[in-house]
């Protein structure tokens, strides 16, 4: 199975709504990122937490990690319909020589105007 | 305008044709990735490069290729041994560095391959 296995699946909420989504992982991390992607596109970076770090914001977006627990949460606060995108998180493990990203299987988010 | 290209974004071909999918780059990264997405399933690492000449297997390599003989240029080849190649590939790169904040991944804009 994945190494990140995001929840939930999918999340349908109201424009000015808070949106929630968990990440949980089964391995040792170097950091964990989160990544948005828009419908038939690539994906976009939103936010990189370090394994010592236990919050981080960056403007509507609060990343935790709970390495204890081997999981992590994206906040997005006061969404907008623009928000609309599938998330995803990202574990990077070290393999020696380099590093590698190891995706889950994503959030789709919706969020009706 | 620096960034990550990935042509042609559609793409169609026969059963049995080797295709090779093209990704350049001009942000002067070392790192490169390929990586096949499948719904419902995130993505899944094909084939990566830390460095111009050297390109290592990811978790499902059967059936596709990579060369790295520029810098700015990671080529896929999805070859007829490749059972199921009908997904959407996009392709990334990185500064290459193990942690931190220089192991952020910039994605192109992805191929759609489909086969006939």
Redesign the interface.
């Known amino acids: 199975s994945q190494q990140g296995e995001e929840d939930p699946q999918a999340l349908s909420i109201q424009e000015g709504e808070n949106a929630t989504m968990n990440c949980s992982y089964k391995t040792s991390i170097n950091n964990l990122q989160w990544y948005r992607q828009n419908s038939g596109r690539g994906l976009v970076h939103l936010i990189l937490i370090r394994s010592n770090e236990r919050e981080k914001h960056s403007g509507r977006l609060r990343v935790t990690l709970d390495t204890s627990k081997k999981s992590s949460s994206l906040l997005i606060t006061a969404s907008r319909a623009a928000d609309t995108a599938s998330y995803f998180c990202a574990t990077e493990i070290y393999g020696g020589a380099t590093n590698k990203l190891i995706f889950g299987t994503g959030t789709l988010l919706a969020v009706q105007p | 305008d620096g960034g990550i290209t990935q042509s042609p974004k559609y793409l169609f071909r026969k059963e049995g044709q080797n295709v090779t999918l093209s990704c350049e780059q001009n942000l002067n990264h070392d790192?490169m990735?390929w990586?096949r997405q499948d719904p419902?399933?995130?993505?899944?690492?094909i084939y990566?490069s830390?460095i111009v000449n050297d390109f290592?297997k990811?978790d499902i390599a059967e059936g596709y290729s990579v060369s790295r003989e520029k810098k700015e240029s990671f080529p896929l080849t999805v070859t007829s041994a490749q059972k199921n190649p009908t997904a959407?590939y996009?392709c990334?790169s990185s500064r290459?560095?193990?942690?931190?904040?220089l192991?952020?991944?910039?994605?192109?804009?992805?191929t759609?391959l489909t086969v006939l």
């Open positions: 790192a990735y990586y419902g399933q995130g993505l899944r690492l990566y830390q290592q990811g959407f996009l990334a290459g560095l193990a942690g931190g904040p192991s952020e991944q910039f994605f192109g804009p992805g759609r």
